[in-house]
């Protein structure tokens, strides 16, 4: 049931970045994902404006560059959403995990998980609006979102937490953390 929760966040996130749109102006750090999501996201490396009439055909290569217009875009991480980002990951990027008190495999019953916390990161190297921009999009995404789990009727996303700005010196990294309620409706 965990796995069902987690894809059901997961999907939900997939809405973060925002899809690819031609004849559109791109600056330096923004990230898309192509119309047809490929589990890759794309970083504007040189900015510019789309192509405007085709979307490109994307890299799948980590690192790999795709030419789109006047814009060049570096595929990375495959795992724009993912438990635990590892050290060096190339920003900005989403993270989310199931925080419990219990260890997963030792819940006695469902009455047990009838709600679970997630906490969901967001992270950017641009700048604290930058970093506030895709808070905004996760919560649009997440506020009051209903997942499907199989054996239940749906689950709803709270978010019980949204936290400030955190500026770590030592990564140049802003963060945004976030903190969501998933309750299971088990009628």
Not at 7 to 30: M, S
Not at 146 to 157: E, I, Q
Request: with cysteine; hydrophobic share 35%.
């Amino acid at each position: 049931m965990l796995s069902q929760i987690n894809v059901g966040v997961y999907n939900a996130l997939k809405l973060w970045p925002e899809t690819w749109v031609k004849n559109t102006a791109y600056a330096l750090g923004d990230v898309v994902k192509s119309t047809t999501y490929n589990s890759h996201a794309y970083l504007c490396t040189t900015a510019g404006t789309s192509h405007t009439t085709t979307e490109p055909t994307w890299s799948t290569t980590n690192g790999g560059t795709t030419s789109d217009g006047t814009v060049t875009w570096t595929t990375y991480n495959t795992k724009t959403y993912q438990i635990v980002a590892p050290q060096g990951s190339v920003v900005p990027y989403v993270t989310f995990g199931c925080e419990t008190e219990v260890p997963i495999g030792t819940f006695a019953d469902f009455e047990s998980i009838s709600s679970l916390t997630y906490w969901v990161n967001c992270f950017s190297n641009k700048s604290a609006a930058d970093v506030a921009e895709i808070a905004d999009e996760v919560m649009t995404a997440l506020d009051s979102a209903s997942l499907t789990v199989t054996g239940y009727t749906s689950m709803k996303c709270v978010r019980e937490f949204t936290g400030s700005v955190i500026y770590d010196l030592d990564t140049l990294i802003y963060q945004v953390p976030l903190r969501y309620r998933i309750w299971i409706d088990k009628t």
